[in-house]
């Protein structure tokens, strides 16, 4: 079965760092994209970052609004997909989820891609 579990969240004051994980199983990491989605409080759901399949060329895209601050990458090894987040903002607080794309090269912004989901992590940035 494909399964996607977010770990790494927490409470982290302005101008701090934090590093979510995203675990897979039940499918071959490398043939896959995978997104990293946010949805604030009394906000839709928001498109983070993603990487394209390590079988395609592995690109990365981010959002305008994390772009210098976030990195995604993936260790394939680990069956695991990261996403560093530094300079947080107060505005960064949300539940991150991570989802599996279905095509290879990977579209930050359209989430109607994505087939399977984590059930998130909350990140608190709070001073």
């Known amino acids: 079965q494909v399964q996607l579990v977010e770990s790494g969240g927490g409470l982290v004051q302005p101008g701090g760092a934090l590093r979510l994980s995203c675990t897979t199983s039940?499918?071959?990491?490398?043939?896959?994209?995978i997104g990293w989605f946010r949805q604030a409080p009394g906000k839709e759901r928001e498109g983070v970052s993603c990487?394209?399949?390590?079988?395609?060329?592995?690109?990365?895209h981010y959002a305008d609004s994390v772009k210098g601050r976030f990195t995604i990458s993936r260790d394939n090894a680990k069956n695991t997909v990261y996403l560093q987040m530094n300079s947080l903002k107060p505005e960064d607080t949300a539940v991150y989820f991570c989802?599996?794309?279905?095509?290879?090269?990977?579209?930050?912004?359209?989430?109607?891609?994505?087939?399977?989901w984590g059930q998130g992590t909350q990140v608190t940035v709070s001073s």
């Open positions: 039940g499918f071959f990491l490398d043939a896959y994209p």
């Open positions: 990487v394209s399949s390590s079988t395609s060329t592995g690109s990365t």
């Open positions: 989802a599996r794309g279905t095509t290879h090269i990977c579209s930050v912004s359209d989430y109607d891609e994505y087939d399977f």
